[in-house]
């Protein structure tokens, strides 16, 4: 399906970062150190990252969308590490990373779970969990996201499975989203960076 989808000369979510990543970058929330980005898709926010300094490495299911992502970073002239993997299989490490990134990652239940139980042994110390997604209120607005309630995202979930992050943000909002033909127009989202306090 996602190989499907991206199978098109455009880049399907556009080529700009998320905004609240953009702005999470710009007020200096995101440390430096290395950085995963979840479900990169065509690589706008691993690429934006890596112009800003970071080191990233970026996983996504789609082989044809690591491709484009990959021409996009040798337009940029960055550096990106990208690894086709499917989310419910791929193993996170063990105090690895000092940001992941999820910007519109939904997974079944059961693997985004299984992905949250083993998140935070992966981040480093004060390690953040940076987060964007679609909230369940989001089916009623119809401008972007999953077609099913349970694979939608909320304050709550975040808190109950994640239970040893600290959510230094954290924060259930309407806002505008322009992120290519996928995502348009006025939409229901969690916002989160959640915190690895020792």
């Known amino acids: 399906m996602w190989d499907d989808r991206y199978q098109v000369d455009t880049y399907i979510y556009g080529t700009e970062p998320n905004d609240f990543l953009r702005e999470s970058v710009e007020h200096n929330y995101l440390s430096s150190g290395p950085v995963l980005c979840l479900a990169d898709g065509e690589g706008r926010n691993s690429v934006y990252l890596a112009k800003c300094g970071y080191e990233v490495t970026a996983v996504d299911l ?104 600290s959510p230094w943000y954290i924060e259930e909002k309407e806002r505008e989203i322009y992120e290519g033909v996928m995502h348009r127009g006025k939409s229901h989202v969690v916002q989160a960076i959640m915190k690895n306090i020792p």
Request: contains cysteine; hydrophobic residues 40%; charged residues 20%.
């Open 62 to 165: 789609s082989a044809v969308a690591i491709e484009k992502a990959r021409r996009f970073a040798e337009e940029n002239e960055v550096s990106v590490n990208f690894i086709q993997a499917d989310l419910a299989e791929f193993d996170l490490g063990e105090s690895q990373w000092q940001g992941i990134v999820a910007v519109f990652c939904h997974l079944p239940p059961v693997i985004r779970q299984k992905l949250h139980q083993a998140l935070p042994v992966s981040l480093k110390s004060h390690g953040i969990y940076l987060i964007e997604g679609y909230t369940p209120q989001q089916l009623k607005y119809k401008t972007g996201g999953p077609s099913v309630a349970d694979m939608m995202l909320s304050r709550q979930v975040l808190e109950e499975e994640l239970p040893s992050l």
